[in-house]
């Protein structure tokens, strides 16, 4: 054969071939599909086709009795004073929350990974074990720390201050819990964070500190920029979960002081106990839409620039 002869083509495939794996490949996601079709689209559809009926708890025995209402349990969400007032907590929550989560897990990812040099491991698994450990457990021993009389107060009294309730007082309740919801998901990013600032070279930074670049000027003018995909990923991440914090207001607050720590989340929990079906799914998708378009505008703001 002469060295600049083609090889000969493939054969095609045999007749068939394409199909026959096609359809070995469905077989084998067919467990699964089935699985997610029945526990989780099943479930998404139902309740959105529920959100838009007047169904109760008196329904259950003959769910195809109920009456289509439209957007009327939507329209009366608005106008009921409780959900909005949880709308705000929420908001308040997640507003607060977010940045300040971020920011606390960026500098201890950056001390982690310049600073701390002996027993960085150590630190690493201290900071993640609360992301670890059960909610309801941390909720319980932060509970007793914010009590009146609990570890926080006598501590502040042994230097002559009188600490306040902390989870019975309308304006230091929300705080108690975005400060303890803070500290356990703080882990969560740190970690994120830290695999972003490995990513980055260390001769940007070498290269910038031999142009004369101080701390603060390589921090906002490379880790910034650099890091932002790390940031978003981080920001949508800790929001999705804050904007349906329960367990926190669950198990310390009750959603009291006067509602002050109520979430939609906790709304719609309390909904569907008292057997309002169709006006709680219409609460938790309008939970869904806000989650939504908190995260395209992260997105947008967050996305690398080109």
């Given at each position: 054969m002469s060295p600049t002869a083609k090889a000969p083509a493939a054969p095609p495939p045999l007749p068939g071939w394409r199909r026959r794996r096609a359809l070995a490949?469905?077989?084998?996601?067919?467990?699964?599909?089935?699985?997610?079709?029945?526990?989780m689209v099943g479930p998404l559809v139902a309740s959105l086709g529920m959100s838009f009926t007047d169904m109760t708890g008196r329904d259950l025995r003959n769910p195809f009795s109920v009456d289509v209402v439209g957007l009327a349990n939507f329209a009366e969400l608005f106008s009921d004073a409780k959900f909005l007032r949880a709308v705000v907590n929420t908001a308040y929550f997640v507003g607060v929350g977010v940045p300040l989560t971020v920011v606390v897990s960026l500098l201890i990812a950056m001390a982690l990974n310049n600073g701390i040099t002996r027993f960085r491991t150590l630190f690493r698994v201290g900071f993640y074990t609360p992301?670890?450990?059960?909610?309801?457990?941390i909720a319980v021993v932060w509970k007793y720390i914010l009590e009146p009389g609990g570890l926080l107060n006598?501590?502040?009294?042994?230097?002559?201050?009188?600490?306040?309730?902390w989870l019975h007082d309308t304006s230091f309740a929300m705080p108690s819990l975005i400060l303890m919801a803070m500290w356990r998901n703080m882990g969560t990013l740190m970690i994120v964070f830290l695999a972003g600032l490995q990513g980055v070279p260390a001769e940007?930074?070498?290269?910038?500190?031999?142009?004369?670049a101080g701390a603060f000027?390589?921090?906002?003018?490379?880790?910034?920029?650099?890091?932002?995909?790390?940031?978003?990923?981080?920001?949508?991440?800790?929001?999705?979960?804050?904007?349906?914090?329960?367990?926190?207001?669950?198990?310390?607050?009750?959603?009291g002081p006067l509602d002050s720590t109520l979430s939609i989340t906790y709304f719609t929990y309390n909904e569907f106990g008292y057997g309002n079906y169709g006006y709680a799914s219409a609460a938790s998708y309008v939970l869904a839409i806000a989650i939504a378009l908190v995260t395209l505008v992260q997105f947008r703001l967050l996305r690398p620039k080109d």
């Open positions: 490949a469905w077989l084998f996601a067919l467990p699964f599909s089935v699985l997610f079709a029945l526990f992301v670890v450990t059960s909610i309801v457990a006598q501590g502040l009294a042994a230097v002559g201050i009188s600490g306040p309730d940007v930074y070498e290269a910038a500190r031999v142009d004369g000027q390589r921090f906002r003018k490379l880790t910034l920029p650099l890091m932002r995909p790390t940031i978003l990923l981080g920001c949508v991440l800790i929001s999705v979960y804050y904007f349906q914090f329960f367990e926190e207001a669950f198990v310390m607050t009750g959603g």
